[in-house]
């Protein structure tokens, strides 16, 4: 099994009524956009534009559908065209999070280099089933945003971004054997 480096996952935070997608510096620069601006936030339109445009549709639907589902958990491999015209594999995984009357208020989640050297550890003996995959994820948004809150704990940032993203990997490939599935 291969894990990314946890020097190539950065974080974004959506606000969904407001149309705003904020994102930390490495995310920005992952999607090609501007830091500063991803700091201040981009309308949703905006941040999907950098998507290749065969993924767009797809990792749109995968977001609205994520919004109307109970747990809201997404996750999407997808492609970025920078800048130079260069496509870079990317992975989302994130959570939606509602409001006391179950309107989508935010999306909080994890942004991945697929194209990054990965780190080669061993491959588990069995697969989680479905929902404790899910499970799993939860709970690790949740450690990660304790571990933010505790200063200074940049190791214990990059473990559970690494689990995260391994967590979000396996969720993306589940859901794209299910829309091949349905394709056929």
Known sequence: MLLC????????????????LYADTLTAE???LDPLQAESGYGLDEFLG???GEDRAR??????EA???PGG???????????DGALRPLLIRGRIHRGADGRPLRGRGIAADLSAPRVRVAEPARRPQADALE???DLCLEAREAILEVADQPFLRRLVDMLLLEIGRGLARRASAETRRKAN
């Open 50 to 52: 950098c998507l290749d």
């Open 59 to 64: 990792v749109r639907a995968h977001m609205h």
């Open 67 to 69: 919004e109307r589902m």
């Open 135 to 137: 499970r799993a994820a």
């Open 5 to 20: 480096s946890p020097e190539t996952t950065g974080t974004w935070d959506r606000d969904i009524p407001g149309d705003r």
């Open 30 to 32: 992952l999607f090609g």
């Open 73 to 83: 958990h997404y996750a999407a491999e997808f492609r970025v065209r920078r800048p």
